[in-house]
């Protein structure tokens, strides 16, 4: 990727989280960037094309995560399955716990934009089926009970973090992460 | 409450829910209401103070939906836990699905106002807290383990929600609330 374009994705990241998608203005990103105008335009169509696009690059992250986390094939499905979580939660402490993206974007947008509201669900989708092709994994081999279903388990897994990701960045800090977690693997595998 | 002040309360409640805080209009909700701008700052001081008083409204129907589901003593007080959220589930459907408002405008607001983020979080920790009060009762009478810290269950129940509630807006059906409770409810009970 155009480095001014990765640095304006970067950059746009960042604001969206801290002040939402309404809260941006491309004029205070072009400051902050001291990128010129003609340049964003070069790049993008519009704000809405740009906030699309910042969400694929988040996307890509969390790709990169899971393929990290899921790939670790020496450890149980189960711990993998974790392990993607608390590496999702590493990032959140490293923005100063401001929550997640996606969640952000989707509450604030998808009332009004069926655009976003699409394109946030799908990429909560897609985590949920990632997770659950590794659930699947930790069923067939007896680590948690056979009657799971794991789609369904990947996306109330999905679901609760979100939920915990909202808390966390009510309080700024990650223990609703962690308690949201704890519960949900001690559950998982209780029978 | 005077009845102008209700009204607007009321469309900005469902204004915000749908378009976000960002995205309302003093002058459409006036447009919306047909009430003169004169009104709207002889009951509020701007925009800012209308929300948090449409907080304050919310809130009142919170606590209104914990009295009627909590203080129903003739039901064990798990099942009482759970009609609250079958309540709320309710009142979503009744709006088509657009989620919370207390996670909508959580989202949306508390990385760039302080006073949001105080606010909400009061609001979520308040319902936690009167949920945990009658999950102690749950596990006085043995309906979840010994072990069960009632605080930190209602805490985890409300941010497990608050992410299906998130799910909810952006597929618009309960089915994410359904399959966070029946997970929570079956988690909490097991031994």
């Known amino acids: 990727m155009h480095e001014t374009k990765l640095r304006l994705i970067q950059t746009g990241l960042a604001l969206i ?19 010129p105008k003609g340049s964003f335009y070069h790049h993008f169509e519009g704000k809405e094309d740009f906030a699309l696009q910042v969400v694929d690059a988040y996307m890509a992250q969390a790709h990169a995560l899971l393929d ?24 959140y402490a490293a923005q100063g716990y401001l929550g997640c993206f996606f969640g952000a974007l989707g509450q604030e947008l998808s009332g009004s934009s069926e655009v976003f509201r699409h394109k946030i669900e799908g990429c909560m989708a897609t985590i949920a089926s990632r997770l659950a092709t590794c659930l699947e994994e930790a069923r067939e081999r007896g680590d948690i009970p056979a009657s799971t279903d794991p789609a369904q388990m990947a996306n109330v897994l999905v679901n609760a ?16 992460l962690d308690g949201v977690l704890d519960f949900c693997f001690a559950a998982m595998t209780a029978r």
Do not use: C, K, M
Not at 17 to 35: F, V
């Open 17 to 35: 989280l801290a002040r939402g998608y309404n809260g941006l203005g491309i004029q205070e990103l072009l400051d902050e960037t001291g990128i």
């Open 68 to 91: 990290a986390t899921l790939g670790a094939l020496d450890r149980p499905p189960l711990e993998r399955v974790r392990s993607f979580f608390e590496a999702v939660r590493e990032g």
């Open 161 to 176: 973090w979100e939920g915990a990701a909202l808390r966390t960045r009510l309080v700024r800090n990650g223990d609703p």
